[in-house]
């Protein structure tokens, strides 16, 4: 449309795309809520269990993505886990740049806790950069003092914006993301703050005191390193890690498990490791 600038372009088109991977939603239901001023979606499946809860942030680079662009997935998570998933629409870059994203997404945090959920019930998720604002938030978290979630799942996790890995290099054209698409990524979201803080970059922070971390990548995807330096960096700072690297796999296919089956098997493995991990919904 004329007059739309890049970025809304691009938010069109992933939107486009994503809507074309986007499943038989019959039996999904949602319900609109705000939570301290954050636009948000309940993701409800059948037998959703009231009080154990996901709290999710879709991926886009902080720039684009939403609950409707990630519905597939959504409702993939709520339906093996039997629980309710609240997904928010942060602020995006680069209108709202760095920290406001991350802000948003402590907010909801609070705001479930208010509400009555207990932090033992509750799990931290996301993906790419979603997954990078699970972690920035868990830091937060943790230096404020409030109580974390029982567990974290980072799915194919951007935590690194001073692009240190290697695999941004090492798998250039065998992913469908390009390491220039990153570097634009991070300076449209940085607006000029300092790429190496802890909450830009949780990868390079003291990941002490966090809650155990599910961490789900593909080998082929420009920041699988980013995923294994998050898993070696946060074992070593003492927190219980499951790293899950998908031989062949691109960055986030499991955005795409209407269409590919290893996205499919990949949302159910997690969602097993996961109830393994959180006492509360094994019990």
């Excluded at 945090?109 to 799990?123: A, C, F, H, K, N």
């Excluded at 966090?210 to 420009?222: D, F, K």
Aim: charged share 20%; with cysteine.
């Amino acid at each position: 449309m004329r007059g739309e600038t890049p970025v809304e372009n691009a938010r069109v088109e992933f939107e486009r795309l994503m809507s074309s991977y986007t499943g038989d939603l019959a039996d999904v239901t949602r319900e609109e809520a705000i939570c301290s001023g954050v636009p948000a979606s309940w993701i409800l499946t059948p037998h959703a269990i009231y009080n154990r809860v996901v709290l999710y942030f879709h991926g886009g680079g902080f720039t684009m993505g939403s609950v409707q662009s990630h519905l597939e997935i959504l409702s993939r998570i709520s339906r093996p886990l039997s629980a309710r998933v609240l997904a928010i629409d942060y602020r995006l870059a680069p209108e709202h740049p760095f920290p406001a994203a991350i802000e948003d997404c402590v907010s909801a945090y609070r705001w479930l806790l208010r509400s009555g959920i207990s932090p033992d019930q509750m799990v931290l998720a996301g993906s790419s950069a979603g997954a990078g604002l699970v972690m920035s938030t868990l830091l937060m978290l943790r230096d404020c003092n409030d109580p974390q979630p029982a567990a974290a799942v980072c799915l194919c996790p951007f935590v690194d914006m001073t692009l240190q890995g290697d695999s941004l290099t090492a798998n250039h054209g065998r992913d469908w993301v390009t390491k220039s698409r990153v570097e634009a990524i991070v300076e449209t979201y940085l607006a000029g703050a300092d790429p190496a803080q802890p909450l830009a970059s949780p990868v390079l922070a003291d990941l002490s005191g966090l809650p155990p971390i599910l961490i789900q990548a593909g080998r082929n995807e420009i920041l699988v390193d980013d995923a294994r330096r998050l898993a070696a960096y946060a074992s070593s700072d003492g927190v219980q890690i499951e790293l899950d690297i998908w031989p062949e796999m691109i960055h986030m296919w499991q955005l795409f498990a209407a269409a590919i089956p290893e996205g499919a098997e990949a949302i159910e493995k997690m969602a097993k490791l996961l109830k393994k991990s959180v006492r509360a919904w094994s019990e």
